[in-house]
C-alpha cells in the first residue's frame, strides 16, 4: 500500500489509498488547494486549435506565417486573443533553425524618414510573428560596424539597412554567414546587393523644373554629404533642370550640409549672405528643410514672399505651415514594404532576379512656398 504525504503537514499526516480513504483525501486536498493561490496555465497550440475548431497542423502553419483559410485565420487570432496565447520563438528556432527577428540598422533612430519605413516592415512582418531588431548606428560608421557585428551575434534572419555612407558596407561576414541583407533608400558603390530606392534624380528633377516654371532662375540648392547615394542623385537631378532650360549652372548657389539633426543651418545662411542671393531655396532632406524655414523665422524673413522654399520629404508639419511647403515625396513606407518582402523571398532560398532593385517613383507637392514671379 503506497503512503501519500499531506498537503498541510499540520492536518495531514499520512493517507493510506485504500478505497475508504480515497474520498477524505479528495476532500482535503481540494479544500488545502484554496489555500493556493491562482497560479496562471500557459495556452497551448492544442488549447488554439481545440478553440478555433481546426487542426493543430492548421495553427502552426499560421503561427509559421504560412497562408491558410480567411476564415480559419480569423478564428485562430480569435482563439489566440481569447486564451492570451502567445508562442515561444526560442523554441520554435531551436525546431526550425531560425530566431524569428529581423535586424534594421538606420543611421538615425530620429529620423521621421526612418521611422515611416519601419512602419512599412512591420506591416509585412508582425503577421508574420517576426521580431524587429532596431538599430541606430548614429551616423558613424564605426557604430554601423558595430551594430552588424550585434546583429550578426544575433543570429538574426536577415538586415534591412540604410547605410551611413555609399562609398563602403563592410558586408562579407554578413553575407558569409547566409544572412540576407536589403538596402534601403542608398545603394552601395561595388556592392552587389538588393535595395529599395526612389526616383531621386526625377524628384529632384520634377521640384527645380516645378520653381523654373514660376518664373525663377536664380536658384539655390542645400546638397546632402558627397559620399551619400540619395545626395548625389538629388544634385543630379538639380543641375539637369537647369541645364534642360538653359540656366547658367552659378556655383555659388551649390552649398552642402550634412544630413543631420542641426544639418543646413549653415548652408541656408551661406546663401542669404550672398550678394545677389537666390530668390529660391531647394532644401533636399527633412531636417535641412526645417532648418531652413526655422532661421528663415528667426530672421523676420516670409517663406513665398522673401524667398521661395521647396523641400524633400512629407511630413505633417510641412503642411501646417502658412503657407504648406512644397515638397517632393518619398513612398516611405513603401519602401518598408517592399524590402521586407523582398528580404522574405530570399531567406525563402529564391534569389531570382539577384540583385533586385526597386526604384520608387516619388510625387510633388506644390504649394505658395514658391512665389510666382511671371
Partial sequence: MKIIKGIDSRKLMHYYLDKSKIKTFQFLFFENCKRFKKVKIMSTIKDVAKLSNVSIGTVSRYINGHKIKEANRLKIEQAIEQLNFTFNPIARGLRTNKTYTIG??????????????????????????????????????????????YLKNKHVDGIIIMPVTSSELQIDEIIDEGIPVVLIDRLVKDCELDAVVCDNVN??????????????????IISGPTEIYTAQERLTGYL???????????????????????????AFQQLLNLEERPTAIFTTNYPITVNSMKTMMEKGLQIGKDISICGYDQTELFQMFNPPVSVVVQPCKDIGIQAAEILLKRMKGDFSNFPQIQRLKTQLIETKSVKNLQ
Fill in 104 to 149: 534594421v540598422l538606420i543611421p538615425r533612430i530620429t529620423d521621421i524618414f526612418c521611422t515611416q519605413v519601419i512602419e512599412g516592415i512591420e506591416d509585412i512582418l508582425n503577421p508574420l510573428n517576426y521580431g524587429l531588431v532596431i538599430c541606430s548606428a548614429n551616423d558613424s560608421l564605426k557604430q554601423q560596424i558595430e551594430k552588424m557585428n
Fill in 240 to 266: 539637369r533642370a537647369l541645364t534642360d532650360y538653359n540656366i547658367e549652372i552659378n556655383n555659388d548657389y551649390i552649398v552642402y550640409s550634412e544630413y543631420s539633426k542641426h544639418g543646413g543651418v549653415d
Fill in 203 to 220: 524628384g529632384a528633377y520634377s521640384a527645380v523644373e516645378m520653381i523654373i516654371n514660376r518664373g525663377h532662375k536664380k536658384i539655390g
